[in-house]
């Protein structure tokens, strides 16, 4: 599986970004999608994910209410969309497949991610 992530870009706060991440090659063996984040000097934390199956949604607290995650089975795409966004959401954003079950953001449970999109708030 290939992930590829598009559409971050810079945005003031209070502004909007959806971010995409596509996947290729052998994917369904893939059960969950997650979103994650790295700021300089920060480690890489999970924000949200989503079971491909019904689109359950997972969220982190810290963007419960501000960020969505959806996808399009037909497309291998999984979305994210980000409202609302704060300085403190500026960081590299990166998209990853999870084999496995369970709902977690723990990073170490993804198995395959993207090269990352930025994101810069300010």
């Known amino acids: 599986v290939q992930l590829v992530e598009s559409g971050g870009g810079s945005v003031q706060a209070g502004g909007s970004l959806r971010l995409s991440c596509a996947a290729s090659?052998?994917?369904?063996?893939?059960?969950?999608m997650g979103w994650f984040r790295q700021a300089p000097g920060k480690e890489r934390e999970g924000v949200a994910s989503?079971?491909?199956?019904?689109?359950?949604?997972y969220y982190d607290d810290s963007v419960k209410g501000r960020f969505t995650v959806s996808r399009d089975n037909a497309k291998n795409t999984v979305y994210l969309q980000m409202i609302n966004l704060k300085p403190e959401d500026t960081a590299m954003y990166y998209c990853?497949?999870?084999?496995?079950?369970?709902?977690?953001?723990?990073?170490?449970?993804?198995?395959?991610w993207g090269q990352g999109t930025q994101v810069t708030v300010s």
């Open positions: 989503i079971f491909l199956r019904d689109g359950s949604p």
């Open positions: 090659g052998y994917t369904s063996s893939t059960n969950f």
């Open positions: 990853a497949a999870r084999p496995g079950y369970g709902v977690t953001l723990l990073t170490n449970f993804f198995a395959i």
